[in-house]
């Protein structure tokens, strides 16, 4: 019986990238791929985020809490990618908080529109015109790719 040799180090000779990537995938090994985005969909997430709130003027203080909270993911998503350590620690907590304040604002957001004249009872045009009722999902499911990673296996 001859066994196949481990796949560590770089690729073998005509393995090709998207073979091994798809393998790794395949074996629950994803994790240092996720961390990294985790941390580039942090980004963009914080960057829109700053945007809309900054049109609101930052009417709540609770506005600000995704603004202080996407720099530590980003920290902990890049940090997952090159330390196995970080993925398992830092990455988890910033990324429950994260998805956890992505909830919060999911109930803000449902309050804004209730707020308005005629709350929910005239939902066509208060959910156009209130604040975006899905848009905290969106954090939320950032959360969740940090919580994700930090359950997988670190690729070969």
């Known amino acids: 019986m001859s066994r196949r040799p481990a796949r560590r180090g770089p690729i073998r000779e005509g393995e090709h990238l998207i073979d091994r990537m798809v393998s790794n995938i395949e074996h629950g090994r994803f994790e240092r791929s996720l961390s990294g985005l985790t941390a580039a969909a942090a980004v963009v997430?914080?960057?829109?985020?700053?945007?809309?709130h900054y049109k609101a003027s930052f009417g709540n203080?609770?506005?600000?809490?995704?603004?202080?909270?996407?720099?530590?993911?980003?920290?902990?998503?890049?940090?997952?990618?090159?330390?196995?350590?970080?993925?398992?620690?830092?990455?988890?907590?910033?990324?429950?908080?994260?998805?956890?304040?992505?909830?919060?604002?999911?109930?803000?957001?449902?309050?804004g529109v209730s707020r308005k004249p005629g709350g929910w009872k005239m939902a066509s045009?208060?959910?156009?015109?209130?604040?975006?009722?899905?848009?905290?999902?969106?954090?939320?499911?950032?959360?969740?790719?940090?919580?994700?990673?930090?359950?997988?296996?670190?690729e070969r």
């Open 45 to 52: 997430t914080g960057a829109e985020i700053y945007l809309e």
């Open 125 to 154: 045009y208060n959910l156009p015109m209130g604040p975006p009722i899905s848009a905290p999902g969106l954090m939320t499911m950032v959360g969740g790719m940090g919580l994700l990673a930090a359950l997988l296996r670190r």
């Open 61 to 111: 203080k609770w506005m600000w809490s995704p603004i202080v909270l996407t720099p530590p993911l980003v920290v902990a998503g890049i940090g997952g990618v090159f330390s196995k350590r970080c993925a398992k620690t830092a990455l988890p907590v910033t990324a429950a908080l994260y998805a956890a304040n992505g909830l919060l604002g999911e109930y803000f957001h449902a309050r």
